[in-house]
């Protein structure tokens, strides 16, 4: 056993040096038994002297101290104590700590005065909210530990804010240690400064943070430093990369990426633990600001607060997810072990609200999640809801986070594991190599109006550097993992094909654009081959570009992005030069439909069938009838004589079928409807279909009949929230839309303005709508491409943009891909011909004005 308690340096230095050296112990109990060995000493240099106490604050105060750690030390004294006797105990202190080489923080006050100093100044609070006794009169520190902790507690709601711009404003010098190459391990946003104001949030009462791995995560950071200070022999707390390698060794781990991907790791835990007692800190503390003003209202109006139900309530977002206060949780009726959608759908409607999730509805899920997994391939609203998550820009990284922070996403994506805090030894990348690919994702939602499938481009870029976690050339190494994970996610073979072209050839764009003469028609000949067709280049085009944006300032440029443009219309021009793949021949109208065409015709009125569709099924016209699922008909009398229908308890897997004889104003009155009725629509096909006039006689004894036109709607619909509404009701809906009794347009006006009563953040900002007009796209109509974010009531807004200019829609094709609307509509005047080109252009912008307001 060591004698460290002698007044001599040298015993200390001795001991000092062989527990760093020569013992076994490291971590924790390694700076405990450094930090009591240092206690010792320092008690043996104070002697016995009364009405003074020797305080250990900060880092030293919490028994951590690493092998080259400053001691932050309080000699505290009574107010009648001679001041010349109290300098000459700190003198008799601080000079041997200084003969030692050791950094040295140190203070001599009364109580009074600690408490003033802690007062003005919130970093001292902070270092004395750890104080503890090292030697002379414990009753000194006693009082001093709770007079500064009370004050804390009292002061908190104006002393929290302060801490938290303290964080923010380091976190904007220091940058974000889980994304950082040389990272500051102290002072960045995740470090060790976080975890310490995590410390001082917990002892304010007013919140506390996730315990769920923190501490770990605390350990290992401090781990971390105490090998660099070993390494390097230095007090820092930079991680340099010349280093990197050595305290990788000095930790057991097999190289510099595995210490990385250690550090990175716990300073994500901290920071998402940061952010979750933050906000938790903002509820608390707006809930103690809004009690005066309830108080006022309540005794200004009888007790009774208008709106108080909207002000407290929690508001649906989608089936099975509210938004309370601020945050989204479960509904109450959220059954999670019989939804295993849930997780990708409560995230989806977090990101499009602009929301965080809830860290105990994020728990919950994982915990489900483990017992109740996703069924593979999954099915096709789980694919659609990790779209729509995608899609919602900045606002996905913040809900990424929480999902990861459970392990949610691992469970989901497994492939996902071997990216994860994978660091990037390239300068110009700024993110982990996990990161990157959210941050690609994000950066993508801006060009998802550029594409025909919005869908791809998302998952195409959250997956496109997948391969980094194999060996190998990761655009190859990528290409067969994507096609791993697209069947898993449940991607048909034509679009696992194309995402693995995106991934095999990321870097191929901007690579041949930047080194390859575009003057060479090999060049061009040979991206050509690699892309296949002009759809491919788009979604290319378009990852190139949110690639480079996502890796850094210095990855793209103007001069950059005219080049790969160059090099894409060559491209481009080539492939429309060259015979393309010949389009599938539009599906027959089945029977079903053509019997709902000719009751329509017949009765003068709408007439629906509700069935319900096979999983991945569209709801396109020529869809055929799923011979285990009777249709329910609905026609004039109201009866249903088919079956009995759809219970409405799955989500995306209903079809509705609306056949209307030919008029102005279906697409506007039916689309309408099914927005007033909270149904959602993923897919829908309009057609015209010509009844011979065999089929339009009332009855076969008649000797004349004419023949007619229906219009037939195929809808693919989900309920938003609950059950599907009865097809009577919709019916009835139907005819007083047509007929002009019902407003849908103020309708949907007015349920706006009922949610305006609910506190609402606003959303994520959506790339602008595109309204094109496809050249050479039909012989036989004008055809106008429309992209837009998804929204309730859009597809009513442009079939009354369209009705207004007097066009006469002859078919249209609908598609929701996760949050995006792709639709095309072909379109005629009233004589039946194809619009003249100034027409048709005039008509693009009148529907995109619409869309816009």
């Known amino acids: 056993m060591t004698d460290t308690s002698g007044p001599v340096p040298g015993g200390y230095a001795g001991a000092r040096l062989r527990l760093l050296q020569e013992d076994p112990r490291t971590g924790a109990p390694r700076r405990a038994a450094l930090a009591r060995l240092t206690d010792a000493w320092l008690a043996t240099l104070l002697g016995d002297a009364p009405g003074v106490a020797l305080v250990a604050v900060g880092g030293y105060g919490r028994g951590e101290l690493s092998p080259r750690s400053d001691l932050d030390v309080l000699l505290l004294h009574e107010d009648r104590a001679d001041p010349a006797a109290v300098a000459a105990l700190a003198d008799r202190v601080w000079y041997p700590v200084w003969d030692m080489g050791l950094d040295l923080d140190h203070s001599v006050r009364t109580p009074a005065q600690a408490r003033r100093t802690a007062a003005e100044d919130l970093k001292a609070h902070l270092g004395l909210l750890d104080a503890r006794h090292i030697a002379g009169d414990p009753a000194l520190t006693a009082a001093l530990r709770t007079t500064l902790l009370a004050d804390w507690r009292a002061r908190a709601p104006k002393r929290l804010p302060e801490l938290r711009e303290m964080c923010q404003e380091r976190a904007r010098r220091h940058g974000e240690l889980p994304f950082l190459l040389e990272p500051d391990l102290k002072e960045a946003r995740g470090g060790l400064r976080d975890a310490t104001a995590l410390r001082a949030i917990a002892a304010s009462w007013l919140a506390d943070a996730p315990r769920e791995g923190l501490e770990e995560a605390r350990g290992r950071l401090l781990d971390t430093r105490d090998a660099l200070h070993l390494a390097t022999g230095r007090a820092t707390d930079r991680l340099a990369l010349q280093e990197q390698a050595q305290v990788a060794a000095g930790l057991g781990l097999a190289d510099a990426d595995a210490l990385l991907r250690q550090v990175y790791a716990a300073a994500r835990t901290v920071a998402y633990a940061a952010d979750v007692t933050w906000r938790e800190v903002g509820r608390v503390l707006r809930a103690r600001s809004a009690r005066p003003r309830l108080r006022g209202l309540l005794a200004g109006r009888g007790g009774r607060v208008p709106g108080g139900d909207a002000a407290v309530g929690r508001r649906p977002l989608a089936e099975g997810v509210v938004e309370q206060d601020g945050e989204v949780v479960l509904a109450r009726s959220a059954r999670p072990e019989r939804d295993p959608v849930l997780p990708l759908r409560a995230a989806a409607a977090a990101a499009q609200a602009g929301l965080p999730l809830s860290p105990h509805a994020v728990r919950r899920l994982a915990a489900v999640a483990a017992e109740h997994p996703l069924p593979v391939p999954w099915p096709a609203e789980a694919r659609d809801q990790l779209v729509t998550l995608l899609g919602a820009g900045d606002s996905t990284v913040p809900v990424w986070e929480a999902l990861e922070a459970e392990g949610l996403i691992t469970a989901l994506l497994p492939q996902w594991e071997r990216v994860r ?194 999983e991945g099924a569209t709801a396109s016209a020529g869809s055929a009838e799923p011979p285990h699922h009777p249709p329910t008909d609905v026609g004039p009398t109201g009866t249903e004589p088919t079956g009995t229908g759809p219970t409405g308890t799955e989500p995306i897997g209903v079809e509705l079928l609306i056949a209307v004889p030919d008029q102005p104003g279906v697409l506007p009155a039916a689309a309408g409807v099914l927005a007033l009725h909270r149904l959602t629509v993923r897919a829908a096909d309009l057609r015209s279909v010509e009844l011979p006039a065999e089929l339009t006689a009332p009855d076969a004894a008649s000797a004349e009949a004419a023949p007619g036109c229906a219009l037939v709607l195929s809808w693919r619909v989900a309920a938003e929230y609950g059950s599907l509404p009865q097809p009577v009701r919709l019916r009835k809906d139907l005819l007083r839309a047509l007929d002009g009794s019902l407003d849908i347009a103020a309708r949907l006006a007015e349920r706006e303005a009922a949610y305006a009563r609910y506190p609402r953040r606003r959303g994520p900002q959506a790339p602008p709508p595109r309204v094109t007009v496809a050249p050479g796209g039909s012989q036989h109509a004008t055809v106008i491409e429309v992209r837009a974010q998804d929204a309730p009531g859009l597809l009513h807004r442009i079939g009354r943009a369209l009705e207004g200019a007097g066009a006469r829609v002859r078919s249209a094709h609908v598609s929701t891909l996760g949050s995006n609307a792709v639709d095309a509509f072909y379109v005629t005047g009233p004589a039946g011909a194809p619009l003249p080109d100034a027409e048709a252009a005039e008509l693009a912008r009148r529907i995109e004005r619409a869309l816009a307001d």
């Open 421 to 614: 805090f994978r660091p990037q030894r390239n300068p110009v990348h700024r993110w982990t190599v996990d990161r990157h690919l959210v941050e690609t994702a994000v950066r993508a939602t801006a060009f998802t109006r550029r594409v025909d499938r919005p869908d791809l481009l998302l998952v195409g870029a959250l997956l496109h550097d997948i391969g980094k976690g194999w060996p190998g050339d990761h655009s190859e190494a990528g290409a067969a993992v994507v096609r791993e994970i697209a069947a898993r996610v449940g991607f048909d073979a034509a679009d696992t094909a194309v995402l693995a072209a995106l991934a095999r050839h990321h870097l191929l764009l901007v690579e041949t654009a930047t080194r390859r003469d575009l003057d060479d028609p090999a060049t061009v000949r040979t991206v050509a081959e690699a892309v296949g067709s002009r759809s491919t280049l788009e979604l290319l085009h378009a990852l190139t570009e949110a690639d480079a944006l996502a890796t850094g300032p210095a990855a793209w440029s103007a001069w950059r992005a005219s080049l790969v443009a160059d090099l894409v219309g060559r491209v481009s021009a080539r492939l429309d030069g060259e015979p393309q793949p010949a389009r599938a021949p539009a599906p027959r109208t089945t029977a079903q439909q053509e019997r709902l065409a000719v009751e329509a015709w017949r009765t003068g009125g709408p007439v629906l069938a509700l069935h319900a569709c096979p």
